[in-house]
T-cell receptor
């Protein structure tokens, strides 16, 4: 069975501080991993994805994530938070098929 | 140009009614999906169609019936609406049915059942 766990349903950082959103996964097959962002009252937008090429993946808006198989993790980071980063972030995985399994989401708040 | 569009954006209706949500993608993708996002923001796949053929049906009540008239459209019809159907419904599409492809999401339809 496949599952995704996002630690911390709410994360608050100061503007300019490091953003770290945690994601751990469980998968019996090699996973494809994704981070999506959802702004209020909008759909989901892809930030980045891991598809078994480089383990350090760079995405849009300065975000990156590192795939660590030994830790079954795919944490999302950004060196310096901006007010516009405030949103809900979802980690998701798929296997050989396109069925996306989502984590429960992390709401990121950025304080001025 | 909107890649994945949904209509309507908001839908308020009474229990027991029947309603439909429409989805269209102009990306030339072969695969389309319906997801349900509940009040706690949890997202769960409901259906997936590949080139008009149903490939994923996630134990959704049979009051929900997806229909794909062509590979650019995937509509969701809901019969006998219940309070628990209140949610945001997202349509999405991807290049094909393989897991490596990213999915592009529509803006969502907020369904409220009174």
């Amino acid at each position: 069975a496949q599952s995704v766990t996002q630690l911390g349903s709410h994360v608050s950082v100061s503007e300019g501080a490091l953003v770290l959103l945690r994601c751990n996964y469980s998968s019996s097959v090699p996973p494809y991993l994704f981070w999506y962002v959802q702004y209020p009252n909008q759909g989901l937008q892809l930030l980045l994805k891991y598809t078994s090429a480089a383990t350090l993946v760079k995405g849009i808006n300065g975000f990156e994530a590192e795939f660590k198989k030994s830790e079954t993790s795919f944490h999302l980071t950004k060196p310096s938070a901006h007010m516009s980063d405030a949103a809900e972030y979802f980690c998701a995985l798929s296997g050989a098929t396109n069925k996306l399994i989502f984590g429960t989401g992390t709401l990121l708040a950025v304080q001025p | 140009d909107t890649a994945v569009s949904q209509t309507p954006k908001y839908l308020v209706t009474q229990m027991g009614n029947d309603k439909s949500i429409k989805c269209e993608q102009n990306l030339g993708h072969d695969t389309m999906y319906w997801y349900k996002q509940d009040s706690k923001k949890f997202l769960k796949i409901m259906f997936s169609y590949n080139n008009k053929e149903l490939i994923i049906n996630e134990t959704v009540p049979n009051r929900f019936s997806p229909k794909s008239p062509d590979k650019a459209h995937l509509n969701l019809h809901i019969n006998s609406l219940e309070l628990g159907d209140s949610a945001v419904y997202f349509c999405a599409s991807s290049q094909d049915g393989l897991g490596a492809w990213e999915q592009f999401f529509g803006p969502g339809t907020r369904l409220t059942v009174l």
